[in-house]
């Protein structure tokens, strides 16, 4: 079986070779951490998009969106603290020369004993069957012991040192574990340094005095310094919530895994304005809600896990974030945050303007409390590719790659191909093309055997092949051939478009995340 690994580097060849994400600017070698969408890859990014855009203003009436410009006058980045304290903590290697996050060096540390305790737990369950008891082994069996033992102590380092800024201990902890750069192999490494994260340029002549302003590394000020805008224009009543898609830039130091860790990335956020005092139910709603529209896709229900955060950043009161099982194992797809009065607050602060409502039903006048649901467009986008990518092996030593993607993110929906390029098949199948095509995006091909158009199809993960063959002239039927089943059926021209509109209605899927 391939490893893990390789999957993961065919998962992002496949992305180039069939048009969905190519290395930015490539002709020059790529602009790295920037990766540009292909044709293919801008419909299913549409696509995620508008199933999380719709999921949130049309199945709640007191949510609304907005779009804010990415650039923001430079004093919300001091009231929002990314100015003082949007800092990774970083350490270079001195032999490779390269430069990694020191808490990413010990959380991979971490998981590293993780593995090896879930491994060693997997063995004996096999082993003792029914009867195994997960704690009770890892309490008792030696070696198991010694790896949980050794990972909650780096842990509890690692959490303490977080918590106090304390640098030098984090510098400590790499080199008591003996972490080793992964490149040169050596333990030679610099002090740890923090490291700010914003992208700065200047706006206005350089004659009047440029005035330094920030690509926005995250959409969400953009709702904050927004809230008595749309508050008061929508006259909105508290709890609402403020939505918003958009690009967001970090100056990420260790750039990797494709497109989970850009530098200049799409966010959707909403944030969700509630009474203080009322936060911690509202956050166990959103959290709620966000895994049944994460679930409600059907890409395997044991994928997703919640993560909830042992450091909490200094103006939150509870935060978790919505893991998936990438190839490279569980990783942060979504955080969701109590933020509590801090933006909103804070802004008053530094603005000097009255940012409070007054709510009616208590006579009371108040900072909302805020609930944010933060996820990254990209990260859902490797999510689903890699859940849907697959190699099968077929009946006579054939083989296929096909994206069980959810047809209601296909790029394409279905793909219409005359048999033969002659008779009168082409023009019908235009024809039927056209019937379709208001409703779904679809195409058209006539070029190569049967076999390889729908190979091409499953590589792009169209649901349906629609085959207009001799006999569809005399009978007004068609194939319609289906991707994950690969099962082939004979059915009228005017079947298509309920059964294509069937498997790609959103309503299915938002049915499934209001009724669960
Ligand atoms: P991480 O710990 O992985 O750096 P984060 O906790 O800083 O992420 P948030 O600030 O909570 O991330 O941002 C919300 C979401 O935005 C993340 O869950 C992720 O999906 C997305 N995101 C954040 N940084 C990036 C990035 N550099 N590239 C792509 N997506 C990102």
């Known amino acids: 079986m391939a490893s893990q ?27 790295a951490a920037v990766y540009d969408y292909g044709q293919n890859g801008v419909e299913l990014k549409n696509n995620i998009k508008k199933y999380w855009w719709d999921s949130m203003v049309l199945l709640h009436e007191n949510v609304v969106g907005i779009d804010a410009a990415i650039f923001m006058h430079p004093t919300t980045w001091k009231a929002s603290g990314h100015v003082d304290a949007f800092n990774d903590p970083l350490i270079d290697n001195k032999d490779s020369k390269k430069r990694y996050r020191a808490d990413v060096l010990i959380e991979d540390l971490i998981a590293k004993y993780d593995e090896k305790i879930d491994k060693e737990c997997e063995k004996a369950a096999k082993k003792f069957g029914d009867s195994f008891d997960r704690e009770m082994f890892c309490a008792t069996n030696g070696r198991v012991k010694e790896y949980v033992e050794k990972r ?3 842990h509890s380092r690692f959490v303490n040192a977080m918590e106090a800024n304390d640098l030098a201990e984090l510098k400590q902890i790499i080199v008591d574990n003996e972490i080793v750069c992964p490149i040169s192999g050596t333990k030679n490494w610099t002090d740890v340094r923090q490291f700010n994260l914003m992208f700065s340029t200047e706006m206005g002549s350089t004659a009047d005095g440029a005035m330094k302003v920030y690509l926005r590394p995250e959409t969400a000020q953009g709702i904050f310094v927004n809230f008595l805008n749309v508050q008061k224009t929508g006259r909105l009543k508290v709890p609402f919530g403020i939505c918003q898609i958009g690009k967001a830039f970090r100056n990420e130091i260790v750039a990797r895994q494709f497109i989970f860790r850009m530098r200049e990335f799409e966010q959707m956020e909403m944030q969700f304005f509630v009474r203080p005092g009322e936060e911690l139910k509202w956050f166990e709603h959103w959290k709620q809600f966000r895994l049944r529209w994460h679930k409600a896709l059907g890409l395997g229900d044991e994928k997703y896990r919640f993560h909830d955060h042992e450091k909490l950043a200094h103006y939150a009161n509870a935060a978790t974030d919505i893991e998936f099982q990438m190839p490279f194992g569980f990783k942060e797809v979504e955080g969701i945050h109590s933020r509590t009065d801090f933006d909103l607050s804070s802004h008053e602060k530094y603005s000097g303007k009255n940012i409070k409502y007054f709510d009616p039903e208590i006579n009371q006048s108040y900072t909302p409390y805020v609930i944010e649901t933060s996820i990254g467009v990209d990260r859902m986008f490797l999510s689903i590719m890699s859940a849907a990518y697959c190699e099968e092996q077929l009946e006579g030593g ?5 994206l069980k993607l959810p047809p209601v993110l296909a790029p394409i929906k279905a793909c219409v191909m005359p048999l033969v390029k002659k008779d009168g098949l082409p023009e019908k199948a235009r024809e039927i093309l056209n019937s379709l095509k208001f409703d779904f995006k679809c195409s058209y091909d006539e070029k190569d055997s049967i076999g390889k158009r729908y190979r091409r199809q ?30 082939q059926e004979r059915v009228e021209i005017d079947k298509l478009h309920s059964i294509i509109a069937d498997a790609v209605n959103m309503k299915n899927l938002f049915k499934k995340i209001v009724n669960q």
């Open 5 to 31: 690994e390789d999957v993961f580097k065919k998962l992002v060849s496949h992305c180039k070779e069939y048009g969905f994400v190519f290395p930015s600017s490539e002709i020059y070698d790529g602009l």
């Open 152 to 154: 909650d102590a780096i």
């Open 398 to 402: 054939d083989s296929r790659v096909v």
């Open 458 to 487: 499953d590589a792009i993960g169209t649901p349906f092949c629609i085959t207009v063959d001799h006999q569809t002239i005399e009978d007004n039927c068609v194939t319609i051939r289906y991707r994950d089943t690969m099962l």
